[in-house]
C-alpha cells in the first residue's frame, strides 16, 4: 500500500512558477514509477508527466514540454513538478500517482495509487 500527499498548490500569476511535491508512505516508494496528472474543471483527467523508479527516464505532455520537471528523491519517498512559465490553461487540481509500470507510463489505467490532489491556478 502506498500513500501519497500531495502539496505546493496555490495562487500564481500568469508566467510565475510552482513546485508541488508529492509524499509517499512506505517503504517501497522506489519501486514504482511516479506520474503527475491533472483535471481541470469540467474536463477529464490528463496526463502531464511522469518518472520510472530510478528517475532515469522521463515523459511529458506535449502541452508542458519545456516548461514543466518531474523529479524524484527515492531517500526522500518524494516526488515533484516544478512548473514554470504557467498559463492560465494550466488551472486545474494536480495529482500524483504511482504504477507498478516501473519505466513510467502515461496511461492512468496503470496507476494504482492516487493522491486527492491539490489546486493550482493561474490567473491572467
Known amino acids: 500500500q502506498v500513500q501519497l500527499v500531495e502539496s505546493g498548490g496555490g495562487l500564481v500569476q500568469a508566467g510565475g512558477s510552482l513546485r508541488l511535491s508529492c509524499a509517499a508512505s512506505g517503504r517501497t516508494f522506489s519501486s514504482y514509477a511516479m506520474g503527475w496528472f491533472r483535471q481541470a474543471p469540467g474536463k477529464e483527467r490528463e496526463f502531464v508527466a511522469a518518472?520510472?523508479?530510478?528517475?532515469?527516464?522521463?515523459y511529458y505532455a506535449d502541452s508542458v514540454k519545456g516548461r514543466f520537471t518531474i523529479s524524484r528523491d527515492n531517500a526522500k519517498n518524494t516526488v515533484y513538478l516544478q512548473m514554470n512559465s504557467l498559463k492560465p490553461e494550466d488551472t486545474a487540481v494536480y495529482y500524483c500517482?504511482?504504477?507498478?509500470?516501473?519505466?513510467?507510463?502515461?496511461?492512468?489505467?496503470?496507476?494504482?495509487?492516487w493522491g486527492q490532489g491539490t489546486q493550482v491556478t493561474v490567473s491572467s
Open positions: 500517482a504511482a504504477s507498478p509500470v516501473v519505466a513510467g507510463t502515461a496511461w492512468d489505467e496503470e496507476y494504482d495509487y
Open positions: 518518472i520510472s523508479w530510478s528517475g532515469g527516464s522521463t
